[in-house]
């Protein structure tokens, strides 16, 4: 084994470390990975920068601006307040009205948003209708991931593989390649948690507190602390946090349990949810802040004018549907020296957009997760640093391995996917998304470059398990801005999220090789 291999592997294993401790931020950590590969020689400058300039990068960027203009549009909250029933109803008749659309939805906008105004809705529409609100957070969540998988832009993930599958030299997905298994998955998955999570769910485990009336222009967010912030082991006596935020904390849920009694003396811990009454800029300053995730907040959503809110709904339907058309061989054909992809179509809208004043221009760099954008780019360096080194190889060898003794020909295929699936949902549940895609993807390569068959089916395998995070509340941050909201116990997770895992598994290792054979390269 030479040196490269085993010094990439010693700086994996540091990265994913580094990921689960929750050192840095994961943008930070990853570039971290990449230096060290520079210093040993086994990225070039240029391969370390080739990230930064990807058009999966880029598309994923401008992305966060149209969400950011959909979302201002309120176009969201009227959707979800005509899919709640009024008068009574029953959970799995609610589930199975508001489920459907989510996933829909997130089928073509960021999943954070969508949760971010959802979440609080359908936890106080549930109060009014006297069902529990945990019945709907959990599989609120997991619709907008199953949604995302089903499109190539439902989620950063997609884009990063189509991405790494262009910079090797192949052709990329489609706008609706991943729907071909995505759909399949989105259906049956929604099925389960409409008939079926609910009886794993627990009810409220206490009642509410009381919304007291907020003073004329406050506005009531809820926070949920991360590793780094740095009031941890501290009570609200002793870290002032209006000082620190301008914010005052009204009150504070660990898990499942709002805290009693002296809560003020009680030092804070990681994952506990703060609800706080802020002023309308706590929302903008604070939104990509490290030491804390934004879950809910009623700030910033000034209604636009009527003809603003049709014309976000218009731009985003023309972008769809162009990138749609834009593929079509005829469109092709007919206009071979110009590509009407979805990065061009992403581009105009936000442009648009921008103009059209549907989200502010001003501030657009605020609705840019920045730390997302380089944890990408990145990915791309480091998933090239395991082909340049030979590691992608050597684990390639042992996946095959693994196959050949399970069984040979179609079910070694099987099995291939089903270890490929294993290792990048493991990956995924522990570290983020778009990271276990960037580690996953040299390996997929790696395994049919050796067998000399096609590799799209193993790109699509990686699409799927980098995006099926339930069995953990840290999986996907969407889990994370629930379980405050929700008061949900970790424990939850993995009641609900575990067999929806095997079914995305077995869903994932059987369909794939029927939609994309693993046949041999002529």
Not at 115 to 129: D, L
Request: overall charge neutral; proline content about 4%.
């Amino acid at each position: 084994m030479s040196f490269s291999v085993i010094f990439v592997a010693f700086c994996l294993v540091f990265m994913i470390w580094a990921l689960i401790a929750d050192r840095l931020k994961p943008g930070l950590i990853l570039f971290s990975c990449v230096v060290m590969m520079l210093c040993a020689g086994i990225l070039q400058p240029k391969e370390c920068l080739e990230g930064f300039s990807n058009k999966g990068m880029i598309t994923v960027a401008l992305l966060f601006l149209v969400s950011e203009g959909v979302r201002r549009s309120g176009i969201l909250e009227q959707i979800i307040l005509k899919l709640l029933p009024i008068k009574h109803t029953t959970v799995t008749r609610a589930n199975a009205k508001l489920l459907p659309t989510i996933a829909a939805l997130s089928a073509f906008l960021n999943n954070t948003p969508v949760v971010v105004i959802f979440a609080p809705i359908i936890k106080n529409w549930a109060r009014k209708v006297g069902l529990s609100h945990t019945k709907f957070l959990i599989p609120l969540s997991y619709a907008t991931v199953l949604g995302g998988i089903c499109t190539l832009i439902g989620t950063s993930t997609n884009l990063v593989v189509d991405g790494l599958i262009i910079d090797s030299g192949r052709e990329g997905m489609s706008m609706f390649e991943l729907g071909k298994v995505g759909i399949i998955i989105c259906i049956v998955g929604l099925a389960y948690l409409i008939f079926y999570s609910h009886y794993l769910l627990p009810d409220n485990r206490e009642s509410e507190t009381e919304d007291d009336e907020k003073a004329e222009g406050v506005h009531r967010v809820e926070i949920v602390l991360r590793s780094r912030f740095k009031g941890l082991g501290q009570t609200l006596r002793e870290f002032d946090f209006y000082r620190q935020y301008g914010a005052t904390v009204r009150s504070i849920r660990r898990g499942s349990v709002l805290l009693s009694g002296d809560w003020m003396n009680m030092p804070l811990e990681n994952h506990d949810t703060l609800l706080l009454d802020t002023d309308e800029k706590f929302v903008q300053t604070y939104n990509e802040s490290s030491s804390f995730l934004i879950s809910s907040y009623d700030a910033d959503n000034q209604p636009l004018a009527h003809h603003k809110r049709y014309l976000a709904l218009i731009l985003l339907v023309f972008m769809i549907t162009g990138a749609t058309i834009g593929e079509l061989p005829f469109v092709r054909d007919a206009v071979p020296s110009f590509k009407f992809d979805m990065f061009f179509f992403v581009c105009l809208t936000t442009v648009i957009m921008a103009w059209a004043k549907i989200f502010n221009p001003r501030r657009y760099s605020k609705y840019v997760s920045w730390d997302v954008l380089v944890t990408i780019a990145c990915a791309f360096a480091i998933s090239k640093g395991m082909q340049n080194s030979g590691f992608a190889d050597c684990i390639a060898d042992i996946i095959i391995a693994c196959a050949d003794a399970i069984g040979q020909s179609e079910h070694g295929s099987y099995a291939m996917l089903a270890i490929l699936f294993i290792i990048t949902n493991l990956f995924t549940e522990l570290i983020t998304n778009n990271a276990a895609a960037a580690l996953s993807f040299p390996l997929a390569l790696a395994v049919a470059e050796k067998l000399g068959v096609d590799p799209m089916p193993f790109f699509i395998c990686i699409c799927v398990a980098a995006s099926a995070a339930f069995s953990t509340p840290i999986g996907y941050q969407t889990n994370l801005l629930v379980q405050g909201i929700g008061g949900y116990r970790f424990t939850d997770y993995t009641k609900v999220g575990l067999p929806l895992n095997i079914i995305v598994f077995l869903i994932s290792v059987f369909v794939i090789p029927m939609i994309w054979p693993i046949v041999p390269i002529h």
